[in-house]
Every structure is written in C-alpha cells, then in structure tokens.
C-alpha cells in the first residue's frame, strides 16, 4: 500500500510542479525514449542475470505491493504450528513425526497453517531439519551449523536479486544521457529545420536524461531498498524456525522450544508472551 502511496506522490508532485511552471504534459510523452530507456535497461538485466535471478527479481518487485510474508499473524500460526509439533513428538515420540515431515501438505498439523505452507523454503528447511533430528546422532553445535548453510544460502540467492534491481537503479541515469545523445544526434542532423523543429527534438532529448533520473532516484531505487527490507523482516521468520528447532534438539519442553522461535522474531512483529502463551494454549 505504502509503496503505491509512495509512487503515486512522487508522480504528482513531480508533474503538479511541472504544471504549476505551465509545463506542457505533451511535451513528455515521447515513446521513442521510453523504448530507449526501457529497453536497454531490461536487455543489461538479461545480460547480468540468469534467469531465476531475472524471475526473483520479478517476484520481489510485486512483493513491495504487497509487504513482507511475516505478519504479526504468520508469526502466531507458526507459533501455534510449531507447539503443536513439539508437544505431539514429546507425546507420540519422534518417529511419529515422520508422516507430518514427509507429506506436509497432508500432514494433520501444518495443513491447519496456510499461511505456513504457502512459504515454500519454510516448509523445505523445518522437514528437512526434523528429518535430521529423526535420524539422530546428530549434536545440537552440528545441527545448528547445519541449518546456518541452509539459511545463509537462501538469504544470498534472495540478495543476488535486489542487488541487481539495485545496479539498473544506478543505470538508469546513465541510460537516460545514452538516450539524451542520441536526441542530440538527431537533432544536429535536422540543424537546418528551423527553431521550433530543433526545439522539440532537443526537448525530446532532455526527457530521456529526466526519464532515467526519476526512475532511478523516484522509484527504482526505492523499490530495490523497500525489496532488501523485506528479505531481512522475511528472514527473522526463518531465524524463529530455527531457534525453535534447535532449542526442540536440545531437548526443551514445547512451550519453552516455542519461546526460543518467539524470541528470535523482529520485535515490531513479535507476539507478545500472552499473545503466545493463548495461542498455544488453544
């Protein structure tokens, strides 16, 4: 919501002052430097990524609309996920675990969290890890180093994308001068054409070199950040998965497995002791 906001205000102040100077709107409308611009910037992102970065990089952009996946609600139905785990492995013993961790989606406990299996990595790293602790013979120091290598490369390969919406976002200055000259280039061919032929094409010129700022500064730039601010409120989800786990390898109760995952959560997002202590008693 906040980024639509965000857009729309940086729209209309900028051409609300442009206006207020009796610009002409017209005047801006120059399809041959959109295509310019946007097509050099989508080809070098091509160029510098793969295509499961190009696709994350997607993915990320239409999740600024939508804000990061860890609500305050999430974060209780992990809590009240992760309890119910734990108490029916103390209860039934871990072996019982094996048809939840092997089949999530028809599992009795995480098919009542949508919220849950509706993050892929989520599910992947808690079986994955259970299944680990399943097997046993594995020391807490071994397991925790385990999940790190996990972690750390999901992290990495989810920067590898706003990194590079990053680097298009300083681009585009220097996109919009590439689409400048060119204006330039056309404009010294028709030197000969009177005043108001040579006005318009220089004007024509100057948008791209005012398209590729306001992109890069005005949205693109905002966008990569608001994308890195995501990742990071998303990976305190992942660091909740783990510290529960581990606290649960350990051989804590439940309920104290559950407060290790509560605290590991960012505080604007973490349910309260109370708010924690209800939902795992319902």
Same mark, same amino acid.
């Given at each position: 919501m906040f980024v639509i906001i965000g857009i729309v205000l940086v729209m209309g102040s900028m051409l609300g002052g442009y206006m207020m100077h009796h610009g002409d709107i017209a005047v801006l409308i120059q399809p041959n430097e959109f295509l310019i611009i946007g097509g050099v910037a989508a080809g070098s992102l091509l160029i510098a990524n793969p295509m499961y970065v190009v696709k994350h990089i997607i993915a990320g952009a239409i999740g600024t609309f939508k804000g990061p996946k860890a609500n305050k609600a999430a974060y209780i139905d992990l809590i009240k996920m992760l309890y119910e785990l734990f108490q029916f492995a103390k209860r039934e013993g871990l072996i019982a675990l094996e048809p939840h961790v092997e089949n999530p989606e028809s599992s009795t406990i995480m098919s009542k969290f949508p919220s849950f299996l509706h993050n892929h990595h989520a599910v992947v790293f808690l079986c994955d890890t259970l299944k680990v602790i399943l097997s046993g013979g594995v020391p807490a120091h071994d397991l925790e180093e385990l999940m790190d290598l996990d972690l750390d490369g999901h992290h990495e390969e989810e920067h590898f994308a706003q990194q590079s919406l990053n680097t298009v976002s300083d681009a585009f200055p220097g996109i919009g001068i590439v689409a400048a000259v060119l204006g330039?280039?056309?404009?010294?061919?028709? /030197?000969?054409?009177?005043?108001?032929?040579?006005? %318009?094409?220089? &004007? =024509?010129? $100057?948008?791209?070199?005012?398209?590729?700022?306001?992109?890069?500064?005005?949205?693109?730039?905002?966008?990569?950040?608001?994308?890195?601010?995501? /990742?990071?409120?998303?990976?305190?989800?992942?660091? %909740?998965?783990? &510290? =529960?786990? $581990?606290?649960?390898?350990?051989?804590?109760?439940?309920a104290v497995a559950v407060e290790y995952g509560r605290r590991a959560i960012n505080p604007e997002m973490r349910p309260t002791f109370k708010e924690a202590e209800d939902a795992m008693k319902k």
């Open positions: 330039v280039i056309i404009t010294m061919g028709s /030197i000969n054409a009177g005043a108001a032929t040579v006005g %318009a094409n220089v &004007a =024509a010129a $100057l948008v791209g070199t005012f398209l590729g700022i306001l992109l890069s500064y005005g949205i693109v730039g905002p966008m990569a950040r608001n994308m890195d601010l995501n /990742i990071y409120v998303d990976s305190k989800y992942m660091a %909740a998965i783990k &510290a =529960a786990l $581990l606290s649960f390898a350990k051989g804590a109760p439940a």
